[in-house]
């Protein structure tokens, strides 16, 4: 998702702030107050605001969320305080535009390197072999002004337009790009060395808190057997570039293999193109698939999965961040042999699977677990009165799932408050009517609504809904 930029400015009492008509109804803000001292102290301020809703400034910063380390509070006399405001997302801009000169917004200078001053002129995506063209062709619908540049199988680049502004943890709001970053270049070499002495040549002295480092795929997810992950030699790069490290302080700060970064840590990403061929960039982590390296999710379960659908469940849910609270009641439509359902049990939840095929032995044995041996047509739809959040991984066409759960969610009597769906892209082509199901999906009453390609789907998709608020 991508939000809006917001009318930015400085604001005093008794001025109010007014989210504009045309932009998205969940705005993020960030104020930076100006003491007597003229020390910015950072707030970071999160509300919701309607188009045409408006918000006193006493309002935004009666309760601060969050106070940035080292900072002291609020000061005490409204009339002291001037606020910038604008989205989370426009820091760059809020520096640049604010009527007291540039300040230093975000976390506290790293003293491993210096402020980035230049922006990168091309965007680096790492996706699923086969899914390429998808990427391009959802990369063409949402930023037009990006232009193809390069691409190997699961690698792709782009030129970037002149002065673009984006900041380093921007969302691409892509469904089919795994992990994406501000590309610098790549190294060439036939050793390790060599070639990791030029990645902190290329990287120069930007700040790094992690260092990520994979391989591009190396053949289509499931192709005998093969699963997207890191390999061997991705960590055996990684080190050989975390030892080439040319700072000890810098070295010393950096997250080791199995940590994984935190939000607003800058991080160097090295892909692993061709064995000769590193490429370099960053990003700035924000959300669960940015801060593990190449968006691969680590996922351990405690015993056997039934079926692969156990990894769609854990990986879904950790990118999705929905919230689930314990013990909660699911619908598991299409549920054999049972993996997704294996796992929400794991978890501690209720569980009513929907399937005529044979469920395994050890879930349907379990005492949170009801299976109903129907199609989901043929379920009646007061069996789902008790439930509030439902999961679907069926293998027909996506408009078949679709309808199948769009028969249960808009029902009078049911009251489902979040999704977690697979959808199966029979053919590539389907991928260009993923718009088509978020608005479908949204036309449910789901105002919440993502969609990714999870390292663990094959020719597929994970779509998350959520109803927000929830009543």
């Known amino acids: 998702m991508r939000y809006e930029r917001l009318r930015l400015g400085v604001i005093s009492a008794p001025s109010a702030i007014e989210c504009a008509p045309g932009d998205k109804n969940r705005c993020e803000f960030v104020a930076y107050v100006d003491s007597p001292g003229r020390r910015f102290r950072p707030y970071s301020i999160r509300r919701l605001l309607r188009p045409g809703k408006r918000k006193r400034p006493e309002q935004l910063a009666s309760r601060p969320v969050s106070v940035a380390a080292g900072?002291?509070?609020?000061?005490?006399q409204f009339g002291e305080i001037?606020?910038?405001?604008?989205?989370?997302?426009?820091?760059?801009?809020?520096?640049?535009?604010?009527?007291?000169?540039?300040i230093s917004l975000g976390p506290p200078p790293d003293p491993c390197g210096a402020a980035m001053s230049e922006k990168p002129n091309f965007l680096f995506t790492t996706c699923q072999i086969g899914a390429e063209t998808a990427l391009k062709a959802e990369i063409a619908r949402a930023w037009p002004n990006f232009h193809f540049s390069f691409s190997r199988p699961g690698f792709l680049t782009f030129k970037l337009p002149e002065g673009h502004g984006l900041v380093a943890d921007f969302d691409l709001g892509s469904t089919f790009a795994r992990a994406y970053g501000f590309s610098l270049g790549r190294a060439t070499g036939n050793t390790f060395?060599?070639?990791?002495?030029?990645?902190?040549?290329?990287?120069?002295?930007?700040?790094?808190?992690?260092?990520?480092?994979?391989?591009?795929?190396?053949?289509?997810?499931?192709?005998?057997?093969?699963?997207?992950?890191?390999?061997?030699?991705?960590?055996?790069?990684?080190?050989?570039?975390?030892?080439?490290?040319p700072n000890e302080e810098v070295r010393a700060r950096l997250r080791s293999p199995v940590d994984l970064?935190?939000?607003?840590?800058?991080?160097?990403?090295?892909?692993?193109?061709?064995?000769?061929?590193?490429?370099?960039?960053?990003?700035?982590?924000?959300?669960?698939?940015?801060?593990?390296?190449g968006g691969m999710i680590a996922l351990s379960p405690p015993e056997t999965p039934v079926s692969?659908?156990?990894?769609?469940?854990?990986?879904?849910?950790?990118?999705?961040?929905?919230?689930?609270?314990?013990?909660?009641?699911?619908?598991?439509?299409g549920c054999a042999p049972g993996g997704i359902s294996q796992a929400l049990l794991q978890r501690g939840h209720w569980v009513l699977g929907v399937d005529p095929a044979?469920?395994?032995?050890?879930?349907?044995?379990?005492?949170?677990?009801?299976?109903?041996?129907?199609?989901?047509?043929?379920?009646?739809?007061?069996?789902?009165?008790?439930?509030?959040?439902?999961?679907?991984?069926m293998n027909v066409a996506p408009?078949?799932?679709?309808?199948?759960?769009?028969?249960i969610v808009t029902h009078r009597e049911v009251r489902v408050r979040g999704l977690l769906l697979t959808l199966k892209l029979l053919k590539w082509n389907l991928a260009e009517r993923i718009p088509e199901y978020v608005d479908q999906v949204r036309s449910w009453g789901f105002n919440h609504v993502w969609t990714r390609q999870l390292t663990c789907n094959r020719q597929e998709i994970c779509l998350a809904a959520l109803k927000k608020p929830f009543t």
């Open 193 to 245: 060395d060599d070639l990791a002495a030029q990645a902190w040549q290329i990287y120069g002295t930007r700040p790094v808190r992690g260092l990520h480092v994979w391989q591009r795929d190396l053949a289509p997810a499931g192709l005998h057997g093969y699963e997207p992950q890191l390999t061997s030699t991705a960590l055996a790069a990684r080190s050989a570039i975390e030892a080439a490290c």
């Open 308 to 333: 692969r659908a156990w990894y769609k469940l854990e990986e879904g849910l950790a990118w999705s961040e929905l919230p689930v609270p314990d013990a909660a009641r699911f619908a598991d439509l």
């Open 82 to 102: 001037r606020y910038i405001v604008g989205l989370a997302h426009d820091r760059d801009v809020l520096a640049e535009s604010s009527p007291l000169g540039p």
């Open 71 to 76: 900072a002291a509070g609020p000061a005490t």
């Open 358 to 393: 044979e469920i395994d032995g050890a879930v349907l044995e379990h005492p949170r677990f009801e299976h109903v041996r129907r199609r989901t047509p043929q379920v009646k739809r007061r069996d789902f009165r008790k439930i509030r959040w439902l999961t679907a991984d």
């Open 399 to 407: 408009q078949y799932t679709l309808e199948a759960v769009e028969s």
């Open 261 to 293: 970064a935190v939000d607003g840590d800058f991080v160097l990403d090295c892909v692993l193109v061709e064995p000769d061929q590193w490429w370099v960039g960053y990003h700035r982590a924000k959300g669960p698939c940015t801060r593990a390296a």
